[in-house]
């Protein structure tokens, strides 16, 4: 860890670089990914029609890869201002790009939602995404996704959503830790622990931490009219939301 690296651009840094050793320290991720596809595909054959998606946070293209298999209707948009992550998406999916299935911008997820036009989206993915953002910059977020999805469009966020019992979100932050610690110290990645840890400081900050009610509760203010928590492991959540 340098100081030339802050905490909230550290997947520009060796975690970027080695992401797929999420799978080890945290195997529900992968599961996130293959059950938001399994959501693409229902909306898709309810909607017997092309779905414009807009993916935040690409990332790597794990979860990119899952929502362009579920159905051949289906067109991305894939967000990722971090390009370590994105190049990686774009080297194991050039074909979905050859094929006119899957685009990509480099903006941060912000910019690239405000360049949108209103009511001009069918769903809008984010996995592993929102709690990485400052509380702040998430409600804009969360606002402008309501703005361009379409009426019944949906917003399908699989993440970390903190328990709002504090003392049982503290236990599962222990037990996590621990899980780190065995992976990588068997790996011989102290490097990596250090900045697992040092970004799990970040998700728990006050600034950072995306608790349930109150994750609900924004996407209330921001009017989507039917929302639910889908399915829960630990602090892994399925959110889904109905404009």
């Known amino acids: 860890m340098t100081a030339d690296i802050p905490f909230d651009a550290m997947f520009s840094s060796v975690i970027g670089q080695e992401y797929q050793v999420l799978k080890l320290i945290c195997p529900y991720a992968i599961e996130m990914s293959r059950l938001v596809g399994i959501e693409i595909a ?57 094929a006119g299935r899957l685009r990509f911008s480099a903006d941060d997820a912000l910019s690239a939602l405000q360049k949108l036009d209103d009511n001009s989206l ?58 780190y610690f065995k992976v990588l110290t068997q790996l011989n990645r102290l490097d990596l622990l250090e900045h697992w840890i040092i970004h799990l400081f970040s998700d728990e900050s006050e600034n950072h931490v995306m608790r349930e009610s109150i994750a609900m509760q924004q996407l209330m203010n921001a009017g989507f009219a039917k ?10 959540a399925l959110m889904i939301a109905i404009k």
């Open 42 to 98: 229902e909306i898709a054959r309810q909607k017997s029609a092309e779905l414009q998606v807009l993916e935040l946070g690409g990332g790597t293209g794990i979860t990119t890869l899952s929502i362009l298999s579920a159905v051949d209707t289906v067109y991305v948009l894939s967000v990722d201002n971090e390009p370590t992550m994105q190049n990686q998406a774009k080297q194991s999916l050039q074909e979905w790009v050859k």
């Open 122 to 179: 069918d769903v809008v993915v984010s996995v592993y995404t929102l709690h990485n953002f400052e509380a702040d910059y998430r409600q804009q977020v969360i606002q402008n996704v309501f703005r361009v999805l379409k009426p019944a469009g949906q917003f399908i966020n699989g993440d970390r959503y903190a328990l709002d019992d504090i003392n049982a979100q503290t236990r599962l932050i222990q037990q996590e830790v621990a899980g």
């Open 227 to 236: 929302i639910q928590l889908k399915l829960r492991k630990d602090v892994n």
